[in-house]
């Protein structure tokens, strides 16, 4: 399954690269896809590329989604360990 998640750009680097931070994970990616990205943007992530661009509200509500989910993962674990 792929599956493409939003990143806060950190960074802008040489040649179409950016470095994104997600939860404190730091990853160097390419932003060749886009047009332009500046740091502080939003963009989607699919396996290590830029995809788009979105708002920090709908990347924010998002991210906190994930965050759910991890959250059940984690109780279901519980339940059934």
Do not use: W
Not at 39 to 54: E, F, N, Q, R, W
Request: charged letters at 20%; a negative charge; one cysteine or more.
């Amino acid at each position: 399954m792929c599956l493409a998640i939003p990143v806060l750009v950190v960074e802008i680097l040489p040649n179409q690269q950016a470095v994104i931070d997600l939860d404190g994970v730091r990853k160097e990616i390419s932003i060749a896809l886009l047009d332009s990205v500046e740091v502080g943007d939003y963009v989607i992530l699919h396996v290590g590329y830029a995809i788009g661009k979105l708002d920090a509200e709908e990347a924010l509500s998002t991210l906190a989604l994930f965050g759910e989910l991890g959250m059940i993962k984690a109780r279901s674990e519980e339940v059934f360990l």
